[in-house]
């Protein structure tokens, strides 16, 4: 069956400009999570949705930092006025029952921002 | 932050040989997973161990867990080249559904 997918793959964007990444967790799934991975480190916790319950928001870095989720399947993360050290990888998991439970991993979209 | 740290940070082996990497944590856990990832991206779970068992199996993976010393280990038997990749270690705390994972160690198989 399918997967979690992410688009972009790949975005190149300038400095100051605002970025939306969307993931398509695998259906059914009531959860979804998003991760940052920057060059050669682990997987830094972003946000966490569960159902309709309210986000666990927690690991976003900064108030540019943004995600929803609708309808309880796609979610966007958005960046607004990137900056270079947004440049890294953003990963999408989603699980059939939360963390009790192993997660599936998009393939990414990495972020470059110039 | 991290919730779970791995050591070695990087491990280099001959194929054939057995690979151990180390997890350690510091808060209560709900269950302790263990993710492989290829080429920086594509992370793949590997196993899951609850916080009431010690010991799990998954083909030649030999996970363990010992709550008392809030760490763990993942055994690779009879490594082989196609292994090479980064190993993490994320963890699950109670009442508390996130995962939190370390920096992971990076495993290199020598053919």
């Known amino acids: 069956g399918a997967g979690v997918s992410q688009s972009p793959s790949n975005k190149v964007t300038e400095k100051g400009k605002d970025v939306e990444l969307r993931c398509d967790p695998i259906?059914?799934?009531?959860?979804l999570y998003w991760y940052r991975q920057s060059l050669g480190q682990g997987l830094e916790f972003l946000i966490y949705?569960?159902?309709?319950?309210?986000?666990?928001k927690s690991g976003l870095p900064s108030d540019r930092f943004s995600a929803e989720r609708t309808g309880g399947s796609v979610s966007t993360l958005t960046i607004q006025r990137t900056q270079q050290e947004d440049s890294a990888v953003y990963l999408c998991?989603?699980?059939?029952?939360?963390?009790?439970?192993?997660?599936?991993f998009g393939p990414g979209t990495r972020l470059t921002v110039t | 932050s991290q919730q779970g740290e791995e050591d070695p940070q990087a491990l280099s082996i001959q194929e054939g040989e057995n690979a151990t990497m180390n997890c350690s944590y510091k808060?209560?856990?709900?269950?302790l997973q263990w993710y492989r990832q290829n080429s920086g991206r594509g992370l793949v779970h590997l196993i899951l161990?609850?916080?009431?068992?010690r010991e799990k199996h998954s083909g030649r993976l030999r996970v363990t867990l010992d709550t008392s010393k809030k760490s763990s280990s993942l055994l690779i038997t009879a490594s082989r080249a196609a292994d090479t990749a980064s190993y993490f270690c994320?963890?699950?705390?109670?009442?508390?559904?996130?995962?939190?994972f370390g920096a992971g160690t990076r495993l290199t198989v020598k053919p």
């Open positions: 998991a989603s699980g059939p029952g939360g963390s009790l439970y192993e997660q599936y």
């Open positions: 259906s059914g799934h009531t959860a």
């Open positions: 949705f569960q159902g309709n319950s309210a986000p666990d």
């Open positions: 808060t209560s856990i709900n269950n």
């Open positions: 161990i609850r916080s009431n068992e």
């Open positions: 994320a963890t699950v705390r109670y009442n508390n559904n996130d995962m939190r």
